[in-house]
T-cell receptor, first 109, second 115 residues
């Protein structure tokens, strides 16, 4: 079974500080991992996916198969990064997208 | 192009009633997924439809059902509503099945309140 765990429900950091949102997963095959973000009063939207290996809005995430993790990182947080972040996993084949519980990130000025 | 639309945006129902929610995907998208979002449980997958067929199903009781039409529009029905069904119901569309390789585009959601 697929499972995604985001251990922190709330995370608060100061502007300019580094940010790391944790995501651990459980899946026996080869997963595809995503980070989705929901800004205040906006729709849930894709932030990045591990296969793209790109940086979006300064965020990066590396899939660590040994530790079954896909942590989201940004070296210098900005106030506009305040949002709800969801880690999600899709298994092999036509499988559903499974989301973690989400982490609410607050960037303090 | 137009995004995913959901109607109605807000709904208040009484316990025991039934409700139907509608989702119109982005033009050209053939997959529609439904999710229940609550503060306590986060985003939980309900089901996914592709080419009018249910392809994936989450762990929800049979009171939750759905369908997809030939134009890819989808409806979700909840019968015999319970207080615990109060939630934001999100619809997402994508070009292909599941999340694999395909970005899911989410609608604004329908806020259902059961009293």
């Amino acid at each position: 079974a697929q499972r995604v765990t985001q251990p922190e429900k709330l995370l608060s950091v100061f502007k300019g500080a580094p940010v790391e949102l944790k995501c651990n997963y459980s899946y026996s095959g080869s997963p595809e991992l995503f980070w989705y973000v929901q800004y205040s009063r906006q729709r849930l939207q894709l932030l990045l996916r591990h296969i793209s290996r790109e940086s979006i809005k300064g965020f990066t995430a590396d899939l660590n198969k040994g530790e079954t993790s896909f942590h989201l990182k940004k070296p210098f947080a900005q106030e506009e990064d305040s949002a709800m972040y969801y880690c999600a996993l899709s298994g092999e084949g036509a499988q559903k997208l499974v989301f973690g519980q989400g982490t609410r990130l607050t960037i303090n000025p | 192009k137009a995004g995913v639309t959901q109607t109605p945006r807000y709904l208040i129902k009484t316990r025991g009633q039934q409700v139907t929610l509608s989702c119109s995907p982005i033009s050209g998208h053939r997959s529609v997924s439904w999710y229940q979002q609550t503060p306590g449980q986060g985003l939980q997958f309900l089901f996914e439809y592709f080419s009018e067929t249910q392809r994936n199903k989450g762990n929800f009781p049979g009171r939750f059902s759905g369908r997809q039409f030939s134009n890819s529009r989808s409806e979700m029905n909840v019968s015999t509503l319970e207080l615990g069904d109060s939630a934001l119901y999100l619809c997402a569309s994508s070009l292909g099945l599941g999340g694999r390789g395909y970005e899911q585009y989410f609608g604004p959601g329908t806020r259902l309140t059961v009293t």
